[in-house]
């Protein structure tokens, strides 16, 4: 077998072109027929649509205007970065979190050159920021329990509700030991028509590519903080988005962390 046969029977196993997820892929490729909106209806409908939800009318918990910065080296970090699914039943401090949350997504520099959106700390496909984040958090100092939204813009969280609502979290997830034993959970939300209303069905794609990006960021700031983090896919869509109060089409949940201390810092 030559070279190029080695190479071409590598990179062209049997295509599995029934499967939904190929036929996805496939039609949400660019391609040259792609008519893109003209910028200045790509500019109007983002002026419709959220920047970020407000929730204005529920209790506003400020964020720190100057977050704890981290001062962990990048490359340790990234070196002892590992999945933490077990967690020390002390407290977190409301700074880490807060700081956790800011440098996940948080504005870092205000809209201009045409960009009528802030910026964040993630990349973002066409500054559109699909995507909203909610946490839930219990045993986080000076910070009630329950369920809360984050707002970057406003660096504000909104206490969407009182109480603990561990065992239905829980609940919604396959490892729900995980859940239980997590004093903050994040959800990632997508609202999907803030991408794809620009890009097709690639918007969609790209919904999700972010909330990676939005995941790294929290996972690495939890461990500069000393914080644990595993990243959690294994959830009932269904049920955690009817808890989110979400409809699960315009807007679903598509990632989630759980985090915590680790044991041994007890
Ligand atoms: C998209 C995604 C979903 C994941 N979902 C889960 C999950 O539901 N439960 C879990 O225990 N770990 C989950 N993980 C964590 C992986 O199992 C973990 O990253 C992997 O085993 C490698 O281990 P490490 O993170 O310690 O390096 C997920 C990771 C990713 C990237």
């Not at 196993?13 to 190929?22: C, I, Q, T």
């Not at 004093?183 to 991408?195: C, D, H, K, P, S």
């Amino acid at each position: 077998m030559t070279t190029q046969e080695l190479w071409d029977q590598l990179t062209h196993p049997p295509a599995p072109e029934d499967e939904l997820w190929s036929v996805f892929h496939e039609n949400s490729k660019t391609t040259r027929h792609f008519l893109a909106l003209p910028d200045a209806a790509v500019l109007a409908r983002m002026r419709q649509l959220h920047e970020t939800l407000e929730y204005a009318q529920y209790p506003a918990v400020p964020l720190p205007e100057r977050p704890r910065p981290l001062t962990a080296e990048l490359g340790p970090v990234l070196r002892g970065r590992t999945s933490v699914r077990e967690f020390a039943q002390s407290t977190v401090d409301f700074d880490a979190l807060a700081s956790v949350l800011h440098h996940a997504y948080a504005v870092n520099r205000p809209a201009g050159g045409g960009q009528p959106r802030s910026f964040r700390t993630t990349p973002s496909p066409g500054g559109l920021y699909p995507l909203e984040v909610y946490l839930h958090a219990t045993g986080v100092t000076g910070l009630r329990s329950g369920l809360y939204h984050y707002d970057p813009a406003g660096a504000v969280l909104r206490h969407l509700h009182d109480g603990d609502l561990t065992r239905d979290l829980a609940a919604c997830y396959v490892q729900r030991e995980i859940v239980t034993g997590a004093r903050i959970l994040v959800f990632l939300t997508a609202w999907f028509e803030r991408a794809t209303f620009k890009y097709g069905d690639r918007g969609y794609r790209f919904a999700l590519l972010e909330a990676g990006h939005v995941a790294q960021n929290l996972g690495l700031a939890a461990a500069a903080l000393g914080l644990g983090a595993v990243n959690l896919g294994g959830y009932f869509d269904h049920e955690l988005d009817d808890l989110l109060r979400l409809d699960g089409v315009t807007a679903s949940t598509v990632y989630s962390l759980a985090l915590g201390p680790v044991t041994g810092d007890d």
